[in-house]
C-alpha cells in the first residue's frame, strides 16, 4: 500500500478560505480504487497541537465515528434515501466480518510453532 499520507501540513491550512479558524485539519479521501488518503494540517503553535491531539481522541474515545454516522443516518432519512442507509450499513457490516476473519487467520499464525522449537 502506498503512504496514504500527503504531506503539506500548514500550508494545508495557510491557503483555505476558512484558514484563520481553523487550528487543525483531518481529511480522509478514498479514491476509485479504494485506495485511502489522508492529510493532516495543524499549526505549530499550542492550540495547533491541542486541536490535533482533540481530533485523534474523538476519533478514538469519544465516539466521533458513531455521530458522523448517526449524521449520514439522519441526512438519509431526511431525503428520503433510506436505501443508502442500508447499503452502507451493510458495507461496514462486511468489512467487520471480513477484519475479524483476517485477525483470525493472523492469530491461528502466532500460535503455531515451528518444528525446530518443538519437545
Not at 481529511?27 to 485511502?36: C, G, L, T, V
Not at 461496514?92 to 518444528?115: F, G
Amino acid at each position: 500500500m502506498q503512504n496514504p499520507y500527503s504531506d503539506n501540513l500548514e500550508t494545508d491550512l495557510n491557503g483555505r478560505s476558512d484558514s484563520n479558524d481553523l487550528l487543525s485539519l483531518l481529511e480522509i479521501q478514498i479514491d476509485k480504487d479504494f485506495n485511502i488518503r489522508y492529510n493532516i494540517s495543524y499549526t505549530s503553535e499550542e492550540e495547533g497541537l491541542q486541536a490535533i491531539a482533540q481530533i485523534f481522541f474523538e476519533l478514538s474515545f469519544n465516539h466521533l465515528t458513531d455521530q458522523i454516522y448517526d449524521e449520514i443516518q439522519q441526512q438519509c432519512v431526511l431525503n428520503n434515501k433510506e436505501n443508502e442507509l442500508l447499503k452502507i450499513a451493510s458495507y461496514i457490516k462486511q468489512l467487520c466480518k471480513n477484519a475479524t476473519i483476517e485477525q483470525s487467520a493472523q492469530s491461528d499464525d502466532d500460535d503455531v510453532i515451528p518444528p525446530d522449537q518443538s519437545f
